[in-house]
């Protein structure tokens, strides 16, 4: 069975900076894309970042180029999101979900979410 | 980026009814065509992709169509675990880019 478990959501101040996790269980982790989605009520679902398989190439919208690194140890079984510079914009439920191989992949896991609150 | 337009925002229907939901793109993406659905204390569950390709699992009253701009996901004879609310998402170029949603209510 596919799992994807998030960690390391919480509240943060603007300006400072906080890394998720997600540990994927279930399936052969080296062989899928990965990203990052986000929602809030306003804005709805949004892509935030996606990684190739072997971690060479990422991709971020452009709100959070500059800030945010999507990252992956396939030893681990596990990717990684830096958020550094954060705004109260970036309050948001995280989630991580699996991608297929391709560029061009539907989002065919997701996992049940990490919520981050930026605020002072 | 490619803007999702998703209609009805909102829909109420009976066990046993049949509905239909519009995704609208704002340009061309083939067929690379998701649709999500979303229910509460759940991890999102993909549904069908390909525009009308039944992922894996996803019951055979769901059914996807459309191609270029307009697409559809209609589901018959409702049952009552289907009352949830369904995304569509567009994978054609990035940034991928989600419908604002449809939430499916018990009439």
């Known amino acids: 069975e596919v799992q994807l478990v998030e960690s390391g959501g919480g509240l943060v101040q603007p300006g400072r900076s906080l890394k998720l996790s997600c540990a994927a269980s279930?399936?052969?982790?080296?062989?899928?894309?990965m990203a990052w989605v986000r929602q809030t009520p306003t804005k709805g679902l949004e892509w935030v970042a996606s990684i190739s398989t072997g971690g060479g190439n990422t991709y971020y919208r452009d709100s959070v180029k500059g800030r945010f690194t999507i990252s992956r140890d396939n030893a681990k079984n596990t990717q990684y999101l830096q958020m550094d510079s954060l705004r109260s914009e970036d309050t948001a439920t995280y989630y991580c979900?699996?991608?297929?191989?391709?560029?061009?992949?539907?989002?065919?896991?997701w996992g049940q979410g990490v919520m981050v609150t930026v605020s002072s | 980026d490619v803007q999702m337009t998703q209609s009805p925002s909102y829909l109420a229907a009976s066990p046993g009814e049949s509905v239909s939901i519009s995704c609208k793109a704002s340009?061309?993406?083939?067929?690379?065509l998701a649709w999500y659905q979303e229910k509460p204390g759940k991890a999102n569950k993909l549904l069908i992709h390909s525009g009308s390709t039944l992922q894996s699992g996803t019951p055979s009253r769901f059914s996807g169509s459309g191609s270029g701009t307009d697409f559809t996901l209609t589901i018959r004879s409702l049952e009552s675990e289907d009352f949830a609310v369904y995304y569509c998402q567009q994978y054609n170029e990035y940034p991928p880019t989600f419908g604002s949603g449809t939430k499916l209510e018990i009439k």
């Open positions: 279930g399936f052969t982790f080296s062989n899928y894309g």
């Open positions: 340009k061309s993406i083939s067929n690379n």
């Open positions: 979900a699996r991608q297929g191989p391709r560029l061009r992949s539907p989002f065919d896991y």
